[in-house]
């Protein structure tokens, strides 16, 4: 076994393979950019090294640099993770040749499972079934159009070199074909340096099945199950499971058989995922196969009690596959979610920022976190958005999403904003359920799934307020009976707005998604009136016990899940609704106003990469002006109303800052 690894990755994935190591004896070097200099990968490895500035291509992009550090610190294998350089048949044979070990497959199978094109040349060679497409070296746009009207349509157009649903589109007739070409040519450009492209017919309602896969240099080459990723979001996968609800054990066998001989195919090496495309009638087709770790393996890992980066250790080392086929043996079901820094009212916009409050639930062996960042870390522009992966297990899908259901419940995230409200809403949401999600399901009824404008009834708000003023009067109190409190037992002390002359009130301001609630308060100590507009209530017996509120609401005991500070209430109704109010001050508000209809403005930073507007030009509202490219996405910046262009101030190709104004309307 290596004594000495270099993980060539930042974030979860490098903080997981420095865990494995760590409890296998294995000496860790981290790599880090300027933005990552205090990064929780660089803090749990044995040591760690700069290797340039916050944009990937300055940092975690350049080999030369990081196999220079790995040769200065005597490294005698390299982790790539996934993403960045795991897949990248240049470093992966400089790496052979500065003998050094590339824990992953050989420079030929990357390769040869690089190109979509190429990978499905050579699976239709080896029998494994394929959708009927293109996958030719001609690129012109006339060709691809023909072969678009052979193929048939609806079709769906990917990188050649993609993954992770960059550089796909799905088009449905001819008239759209060569816009839609075009801009995944221009994604997969910047994705992956290929505008290369190959056209597939579009299975309708298809679900997405993958096959773990893993192979030694002894020429054993077995399957680790499948896992269903069918939930997804723009080809971007939201959840994960195994085993998958829709398959019966025979249709198991048969594709993990494809994937087996998919991996036998181009000599396998270390870890790998096959992915199929299912069609409803439970036929098959290869889509594509992953040279790497996938960020969903932990699924496999609960199921099978495995830790699937030990195994690439071990390959990579040279030991044969720890299991025969016959081995293996999966228990219970595992599902995964990951926490992101993105709203998903505003069409999932990622966010940065400080996160300044980070609860997750407590690990345990029904409950994993993996993640790389902690309490009060930021989350910055210059990479994935990702917060941490949620993974559940249980004896049975049901009892697992049930698991699900309460370890999202125990999360909270105070800073940028986060899709847990949306994550919610989908382990609850009858089609993920009753395991018949497609992987169009959530763009067809993304709706069903958003939180949206949620006003909270009086009942919430009178559960969130009564929290408010327990939380109050506890530290207020708290603070009373200091002993260095000059005076514990002055009236002045108490947190119940007592005043000579009269009956306290107080005035609890919550907000919540830009609106003010407030809720007057009389009493204390757990016995309140409550008033909100018309609305009032009768609060006896109010306490706060482990993460909720105990109290009787005009004389009807309710338990409510909840948790507060000095600045904040999160509670769940008793649908699993979440709210999280944010607390204000009494007596002072003032309203920001949204940005208004004469201006378009940078959501956030990102570069240019396409401007259709014209200065003087006349626009209709929702008309796309500019193409901008921020934290690995696309985004369409459209016309807020009709009118006309007074300025465009910003140039194709040119980096823009957050809340620049891009595009001035005429008054």
């Known amino acids: 076994m290596f004594e000495r690894v270099l993980i060539a990755n930042r974030g979860e994935i490098a903080c997981r393979v420095i865990r494995t190591c760590r409890r296998l004896g294995i000496h860790t070097i981290a790599v880090y950019s300027e933005a990552d200099r205090d990064a929780q990968h660089v803090r749990l490895a044995d040591e760690a090294w700069p290797i340039g500035g916050p944009r990937p291509a300055d940092s975690y992009l350049r080999g030369d640099v990081i196999l220079d550090v790995a040769k200065k610190t005597g490294a005698q294998a390299i982790h790539p993770g996934y993403g960045f350089l795991s897949e990248n048949t240049g470093f992966a044979r400089t790496c052979m040749e500065a003998g050094i070990v590339f824990i992953g497959p050989r420079p030929e199978s990357i ?82 340096g290929d505008a290369r492209v190959i056209l597939e017919r579009y299975v309708e309602h298809p679900r997405h099945i993958e096959f773990q896969v893993f192979g030694d240099a002894l020429g054993n080459v077995i399957h680790l199950n499948e896992r269903e990723c069918s939930a997804q979001r723009r080809y ?114 990622p966010g940065s920022g400080k996160l300044q ?73 009858p089609a ?29 708000l009178f559960a969130a307020a009564t929290a408010a003023l327990l939380h109050d009067e506890l530290s207020i109190g708290a603070a009373a009976a200091d002993p260095h409190s000059p005076d514990p037992h002055s009236p002045w002390a108490r947190a119940d707005a007592w005043r000579i002359g009269h009956a306290g009130k107080r005035i609890i301001a ?47 005991s309710r338990r409510v899940p909840l948790r507060t500070d000095a600045a904040h209430v999160l509670l769940h109704d008793t649908d699993g609704q979440r709210y999280s109010f944010a607390r204000a001050a009494a007596f002072a508000w003032e309203s920001e106003d949204a940005v208004g209809g004469n201006q378009v403005i940078a959501p956030m930073p990102g570069r240019i990469v396409l401007v259709k507007a014209k200065a003087g030009e006349v626009v209709e509202q929702g008309q796309e002006l500019l193409v901008m490219e921020a934290m690995k996405m696309e985004l369409a910046l459209k016309a807020p109303r009709a009118g006309t262009i007074e300025s465009v101030n910003a140039a194709q190709g040119e980096f823009v800052e957050a809340d620049a104004v891009l595009v001035r309307f005429a008054d």
């Open 432 to 460: 993920v359920i009753e395991g018949r999600i497609d992987t169009g399901y959530l763009d067809r009824h993304l709706e069903e799934f958003l939180v949206g404008d949620v006003v909270p009834t009086d009942h919430v």
């Open 510 to 556: 919550l907000t919540l998604r830009e609106r003010r609630y407030d809720i007057e308060a009389h009493g204390h100590d757990g016995s309140y009136q409550l008033r909100h507009g018309e609305a009032s209530c009768e609060v006896r017996g109010a306490r706060l016990l482990d993460d909720s509120l105990s109290a009787r609401f005009d004389g009807e």
């Open 236 to 349: 971007q996968k939201v959840l994960e499971e195994t085993p998958s609800p829709f398959l019966d054990q025979a249709r198991r066998a048969a594709m993990g058989a494809a994937a087996v001989a998919a991996a036998q195919a181009v000599n396998y090496i270390g870890a790998g995922t096959v992915e199929f495309i299912v069609a409803q009638s439970g036929e098959f087709f290869f889509m594509e196969m992953n040279t790497r770790l996938q960020v969903e393996h932990p699924v496999t890992e609960l199921t099978l009690g495995l830790d699937l980066v030990e195994w690439q250790l071990r390959v990579a080392a040279g030991q044969p596959l720890p299991l025969r086929q016959e081995q293996v043996h999966a228990h219970g079901h595992a599902i995964e979610v990951r926490l992101y820094a993105e709203d998903p009212d505003q069409n999932f916009l």
């Open 111 to 192: 390769d040869a499972m690089g190109s979509k094109a190429a990978a499905k040349a050579l699976m239709e060679r080896h029998a494994v079934p394929l959708v009927p497409g293109y996958h030719g070296e001609n690129q012109d746009t006339a060709y691809l159009s023909e072969q678009a009207a052979k193929t048939g349509y609806p079709l769906m157009i990917k990188a050649a070199s993609g993954g992770g649903g960059k550089g796909m589109r799905i088009v449905r007739n001819a008239g759209e074909f060569v816009d839609a070409l075009a801009s995944a040519q221009r994604e997969a450009t910047s994705s992956f």
């Open 357 to 429: 409050t980070l609860r997750l639930p407590e690990p345990s062996a029904q409950v994993r976190l993996d993640g790389g960042v902690i309490e009060g870390d930021t989350v910055t522009i210059f990479y994935d958005p990702m917060i941490a992966k949620l993974i559940v297990f249980d004896a049975t899908r049901e009892q697992a999403l049930q698991r699900l259901r309460e370890a999202l419940a125990a999360c909270e995230i105070v800073g940028p904003k986060s899709n847990i409200g949306f994550l919610e809403r989908l382990c609850r949401h």
